[in-house]
């Protein structure tokens, strides 16, 4: 069983930045594999990048390839997500999610794919 907590969500002008930590708690943080989804009013659940647990291979959706960066630090039991250049369309409530196992980048992409959630934590980018 893991439990993620969330933090570091705020308001942000356009072009700024803000960085998402996720903490887990349980032993096993380094055999699971870590992401962040996020999901704008009225929309669905989208993936928005994860990280690998046996070689930290990373893997982004395409709207924020080049602007966000997922790491982990497992000492810490915290995953990160430093978010550049932020827009408008970033706006979102931003969930840290995990699992234990490594899938398919296609299904990985999949809220269905990932067992543990966080709460969430709201990002809003103002224009």
């Known amino acids: 069983q893991v439990q993620l907590v969330e933090s570091g969500g705020g308001e942000v002008e356009a072009g700024g930045s803000l960085t998402l930590s996720c903490a887990a708690s349980?032993?096993?943080?380094?055999?699971?594999?870590m992401g962040w989804f996020r999901q704008a009013p009225g929309k669905e659940r989208e993936f928005v990048a994860a990280?690998?647990?046996?070689?930290?291979?990373?893997y982004y959706a395409d709207s924020v390839n080049g602007r966000f960066t997922i790491t982990r630090d497992n000492a810490k039991k915290t995953v990160f997500l430093q978010m550049n250049s932020l827009k408008s369309g970033d706006t979102a409530v931003y969930y840290c999610?995990?699992?234990?196992?490594?899938?398919?980048?296609?299904?990985?992409?999949?809220?269905?794919?990932?067992?543990?959630w966080g709460q969430g934590t709201q990002v809003t980018v103002s224009s």
């Open positions: 349980g032993r096993t943080f380094d055999s699971y594999r």
């Open positions: 990280v690998r647990r046996n070689d930290w291979r990373k």
């Open positions: 999610a995990g699992d234990p196992g490594d899938t398919a980048i296609t299904t990985m992409k999949s809220s269905s794919w990932w067992t543990y």
